[in-house]
């Protein structure tokens, strides 16, 4: 794969590439809908994910081109005129990280880009965070603008909400940025605290299923949960000193039910409440090697997204339910929601016969195919250094 990214970025842009990235897609264990109300969340960084290779080149102009959009062709502008297109589509990432990372340091040149991902696109494992991570560590390496993983992490968020305008949390760039191989990470979302809990299961394997149902009007959807929950959060701080939902126990969360007279609102600022409760508890379990009950969380949060917060639609359900009725030790949609996709933890030599079972139910449910991947849990963000000296020296 590699080799062909150097043969195409040569036709694309008529020299070789100097420098070679990668950035993983995300996971996420436990912990969903939390990271925007303060709470804690489980992600882990897959080994699927993006490849950029690239090169300063030695006028103003910037070349973005990606084999995943190839009917866009190379995407082309300058480091003067870096603000949002819409025509520009996916190459607005990398330019909104290149647009922040510019208030850093003085720049002259620009650059030529090329990228290949081998995360479905929009199925909810976080793409579009690993071209924003791979482009901000690329563009920090190339010009030395100096700054670290955390800061690139929240340069990522801030593309996302202020450039891109998807009001989203911190989770998914911190996993791709602070991402450790065969690690979880517990990351608390106030205070960005992480604990780094080892994720090798003896036996078992992570079984990603993808609905591979269009995700349309997601991020209006996701905006709208995001309001609801701050609207929640206003009534409750009429009688509770609180700045964010997953502040609460949810023992006193009950308490103050009165103050959501909103059916709809209780409900989501509950699922916020509990799952943040899941989380933690699932931690302990995973350190006691309670991998039954780490399970029964995962499968407690899938029930709570689905009737309280309302995010996983028949796709979803049907694969987390296929799943669970084929002993899956824990099985939960992952992610944003709305499509996208479920994992579930299988008894490896179970693996085939599983995803045989729950493919033929979803077939049979949904009326087209889902897609299956055994994900292992890889580093973050970085470059790949041997590989590039080898390819094009
Ligand atoms: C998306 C967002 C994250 C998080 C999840 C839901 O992936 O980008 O910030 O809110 O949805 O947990």
Known sequence: MREMMHTEFRKRFLEGATHQFFAPGRINLIGEHVD???????PAAITFGTYMLVRKRDDR????YSINFESQGVIETSIDRLTYREEDGWANYPKAMLHYLMSHGVITEGVDCLYYGNIPNGAGLSSSASIELVSGYAFNELYAFGLSPLELVKLGQRAENEYIGV????MDQFAIGMGMKDHAMLLDCETLECEYAPFKLDGLSIVIMNTNKRRELADSKYNERRNECERALL?????LEITALCELDVETFEDHRHLLQDDTLYRRARHAVTENARTLEALEALKGNEIE????????????????????????NTLVEAAWENHAIGARMTGAGFGGCAISLVKQESVDRFIEKVQSTYLKTIGYEATFYVASIG???HEIIEQVKGETG
């Open 235 to 239: 009534n409750l701080q009429r009688e």
């Open 379 to 381: 580093p973050g963000v």
């Open 167 to 170: 009001n989203s949390g911190i």
């Open 36 to 42: 925007y109300n303060g709470g804690h969340v489980f």
């Open 61 to 64: 102009m910037c070349r973005f």
């Open 293 to 316: 009950r780490f399970g029964r969380l995962m499968n407690d949060s899938h029930r709570s997204l689905d009737k309280d917060y309302e995010v996983t639609g028949k796709e979803l």
